[in-house]
Nanobody, 114 residues
Framework: QVQLVESGGGLVQAGGSLRLSCAAS????????MGWGRQAPGKQRELVAT???????NYAESVKGRFTISRDNAKNTVVLQMNSLKPEDTAVYYC????????WGQGTQVTVSS
């Protein structure tokens, strides 16, 4: 079974940066798209960044220009570089992949203090 495992979450001050990594149990080439979603308390989970197998990226408007998603096929990882973090970015961040069946990781907490 495909597994996605996130790492890199933590506590940072507003304006700071974090890098989240998602490690897949198998080749990420199995996914036609991968990405990151987040869920804040009391809110719906939302996709914030996606990357296709061909390298095409999409970002939620709220993170555009601040977050960058990238892929390392050799390491079977997907990375979310988060810069200029804001308190409203505070959420549990989940790695996502579609084969097109959707898979989600267990999540990693990101907390941005004001």
């Amino acid at each position: 079974q495909v597994q996605l495992v996130e790492s890199g979450g933590g506590l940072v001050q507003a304006g700071g940066s974090l890098r989240l990594s998602c490690a897949a149990s198998g080749s990420i080439l199995s996914f036609n798209a991968m990405g990151w979603g987040r869920q804040a308390p009391g809110k719906q989970r939302e996709l914030v960044a996606t990357i296709s197998s061909g390298g095409s990226t999409n970002y939620a408007e709220s993170v555009k220009g601040r977050f960058t998603i990238s892929r390392d096929n050799a390491k079977n990882t997907v990375v979310l570089q988060m810069n200029s973090l804001k308190p409203e970015d505070t959420a549990v961040y989940y790695c996502w992949g579609a084969t097109p069946r959707s898979y989600w990781g267990q999540g990693t907490q990101v907390t941005v203090s004001s």
